[in-house]
């Protein structure tokens, strides 16, 4: 099949193009557009058959669920069987935004779409291109990251083009995300609120609304742990990854510099190819090695929007050894170490 890839210009719609790709997802094919967290791979979220398709266009295991994208709380009813107050504070508080919120699914929702679970995700998001596409086309998109499975998240259409290209007919290039990390997951389903996934809204600001939300344990944990991802069933697989072998360090800023170094310097030794992932205030300690700043530690956004595309990037050039600098656990900087540690596959030492 062939992809097409078309540019749109957020604040003009082409709305003859917004019609075709409306009209891909109601004959229940699959279009892919920007949000402003990360692009999103879309079908109809109340069609078994779409799922099935994305699914099979991300090469992802059919038990991973998919985030359902609404542009009206209206939707609540439809796809969710309970929804407590709360979810209506949150959505008159962060929507459109990036927070997701798993509640009791209706019976309209299919099994496909929620991985097999009694749950359904569903966000509202911002980017006036995604609400134009739900809008347009008057579906609930079923939307996951639209990378192949265990690749890092699209932020741009060509990350998109690259990973799904002949898979899909249609793109939506809407250029660079703003965000650039998946919507924290909040999980409303049970007793006390969880969140799955840290995100850009930070317990902090939940806390408003949600005075006891907690982190489920399984995202506190240093390794992948197979016995705490019943909730969340992304948890488990590989994520985020670039093909060379990452390793992050943790500690004062000059140490992690100095063992950097060391570590990368034996590995030119003995003849591979490296790179460093750094930030705009450390890149110059690394003037021999090639290496990469994801952005400047005294706005960690930056480096939220970047960490993605500079993962790919090593892909790029072929780098076999990366070593990265942590970051804070501050605010965004803690869903920044969520990502960059499952990049890594949980290898990070402290020095
Ligand atoms: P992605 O944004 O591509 O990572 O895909 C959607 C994410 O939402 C996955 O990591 C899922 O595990 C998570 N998710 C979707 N639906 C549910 C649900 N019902 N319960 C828990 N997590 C969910
Ligand atoms: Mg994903």
């Known amino acids: 099949m062939e992809t097409k890839l078309v540019s749109l210009d957020r604040e003009n719609i082409d709305m003859t193009v917004m019609e075709e790709a409306a009209e891909?997802?109601?004959?229940?094919?699959?279009?892919?557009f920007p949000t402003e967290t990360v692009y999103g791979l879309g079908g109809d979220g109340l069609d078994a058959a779409a799922a099935q398709r994305i699914y099979a266009a991300k090469g992802r295991p059919s038990d991973n669920p998919l985030i359902v994208h609404i542009a009206d709380t209206d939707a609540f009813s439809v796809l969710a069987r309970e929804v407590p107050e709360e979810a209506y504070l949150l959505a008159k508080r962060f929507w459109p935004g990036p927070l997701t919120m798993i509640l009791k699914k209706s019976g309209r929702v299919p099994a496909a779409t929620t991985g097999g679970l009694e749950t359904v995700a569903i966000r509202m998001p911002s980017d006036e291109i995604a609400l134009s596409l739900i809008r347009t086309s008057g579906i609930f998109i079923a939307a996951p990251s639209a990378n192949a499975s265990g690749r890092p998240s699209p932020t741009k259409a060509e990350h998109v083009y690259e990973d799904l290209q002949g898979k899909i007919p249609m793109i939506l290039d809407g250029g660079a995300v703003t965000i650039g990390l998946e919507s924290t997951i909040v999980d409303l389903s049970g007793e006390v609120p969880l969140i799955l996934r840290p995100g850009y809204i930070t317990p902090e600001m939940l806390r408003e609304i949600l005075p006891n939300v907690a982190y489920d344990p399984a995202i506190l944990k240093k390794t992948a742990d197979p016995t705490l991802v019943a909730k969340a069933p992304g948890m488990k697989y590989r994520h985020y990854a670039p093909k060379g072998n990452l390793r992050i360090y943790e500690g004062s800023l000059d140490a992690v510099v100095a063992k950097i170094?060391?570590?990368a310097a034996k590995k030119v030794a003995e003849g591979y190819s490296v790179a460093i992932l750094a930030s705009e205030e450390t890149k110059g300690y690394y003037p021999e090695f090639v290496v990469r700043s994801v952005g400047?530690?005294?706005?960690?956004?930056?480096?939220?929007?970047?960490?993605?595309?500079?993962?790919r990037e090593f892909d790029h050039?072929?780098?076999r050894f990366i070593f990265g600098e942590c970051f804070s656990r501050e605010g965004i900087g803690h869903a920044i170490m969520n990502r960059l540690l499952k990049a890594a596959g949980y290898q990070m030492e402290t020095v």
């Open 296 to 311: 400047t530690r005294a706005q960690e956004e930056t480096v939220a929007a970047n960490l993605f595309d500079t993962l």
């Open 317 to 319: 050039m072929g780098a």
């Open 261 to 263: 170094r060391e570590e």
């Open 24 to 32: 891909l997802l109601r004959a229940g094919e699959l279009v892919a």
